[in-house]
C-alpha cells in the first residue's frame, strides 16, 4: 500500500490553464505538506494542514488554492498556470506538526508550455 | 543569506570508503536536524535525525551535531554504488514549524 499517493505523476499543460494535484495519506498523520521543487532542487515549501487546518501559507501567488477536506487529503489547485509554475511538486506528511519526519509522496512533474 | 549551507558536490568517492557530508545553519535556535536522500527522479527519503550534541549511528549511517559551531555532518562507511543520491539536510526552524532546507550535496560512489 502506498503510504502518500499523489496523482497525476506527470501533468503537461498550456499556459492559462487550470488544473488541480491530488494527494491522499493512509498513515494515520496529522500534518500534510506542499512543497514545490524547482529545477535547481531547492525544496521550498508552500503549505502545510494539521487536521485541516492551514497552518503555514509562505508566499504564494494566489493563483495557488490548498484544500484539505479531511486529515487524510491535501490537493491543489493553480489557476491561470504560468511557464514559472513548471516543477516537481511534492505532497508529504508527518505525524504531528512538530515530528519532522516526513513521508513524501512520488512526486508530480508539472510542465507548463 | 542561506540558512542552511551544504557544499553542492559532487562528491566522489570509490566503493568502500567513507563519505562525509556537512552542513550548517545559522539559526541558533534550531532543536532538530534531518538528512534525507533523494535519488534521481524520485522523492526525498528520511534516513537519519538528531536532537542532541554527538554522534548517533544507524547501520552504517552515523549523525553528527555540535550546536556550538551549528554544524550537522552524516557518515556514510562502507559506501556502495547504491549510495549514489543528493542529500539533503534539513533544520527544524524554532518555533515556525517548518523545516529549512539545504540545497544537497549530491553524492558519487564509484566500483
Known amino acids: 500500500d502506498t503510504a502518500v499517493s499523489q496523482t497525476p505523476k506527470y501533468l503537461v499543460t498550456q499556459m492559462g490553464n487550470d488544473k488541480s494535484i491530488k494527494c491522499e495519506q493512509n498513515?494515520?498523520?496529522?500534518?500534510m505538506y506542499w512543497y514545490k521543487q524547482d529545477s535547481k532542487k531547492f525544496l521550498k515549501i508552500m503549505f502545510s494542514?494539521?487536521?485541516?487546518?492551514?497552518?503555514i501559507n509562505e508566499t504564494v501567488p494566489n493563483r495557488f488554492s490548498p484544500k484539505s477536506p479531511d486529515k487524510a487529503h491535501l490537493n491543489l489547485h493553480i489557476n491561470s498556470l504560468e511557464l514559472g509554475d513548471s516543477a516537481v511538486y511534492f505532497c508529504?506528511?508527518?505525524?504531528?506538526?512538530?515530528?519532522?519526519?516526513?513521508?513524501f509522496g512520488s512526486g508530480t512533474r508539472l510542465t507548463v508550455v | 543569506q542561506k540558512e542552511v549551507e551544504q557544499n553542492s558536490g559532487p562528491l566522489s568517492v570509490p566503493e568502500g570508503a567513507i563519505a562525509s557530508l556537512n552542513c550548517t545553519y545559522s539559526?541558533?535556535?534550531?532543536?532538530?536536524f534531518f538528512w534525507y536522500r533523494q535519488y534521481s527522479g524520485k522523492s526525498p527519503e528520511l534516513i537519519m535525525f538528531?536532537?542532541s550534541n554527538g554522534d548517533k549511528e544507524d547501520g552504517r549511517f552515523t549523525a553528527q551535531l555540535n550546536k556550538a559551531s551549528q554544524y550537522v555532518s552524516l557518515l556514510i562507511r562502507d559506501s556502495q554504488p547504491s549510495d549514489s543520491a543528493t542529500y539533503l539536510c534539513?533544520?527544524?526552524?524554532?518555533?515556525?514549524?517548518?523545516?529549512?532546507w539545504g540545497l544537497g550535496t549530491s553524492l558519487a560512489v564509484n566500483p
Open positions: 508529504a506528511s508527518s505525524p504531528t506538526v512538530t515530528n519532522y519526519g516526513y513521508t
Open positions: 498513515l494515520g498523520h496529522d500534518t
Open positions: 494542514y494539521n487536521n485541516k487546518e492551514l497552518i
Open positions: 539559526d541558533r535556535g534550531s532543536q532538530s
Open positions: 538528531i536532537y
Open positions: 534539513a533544520v527544524s526552524a524554532g518555533n515556525n514549524r517548518k523545516l529549512i
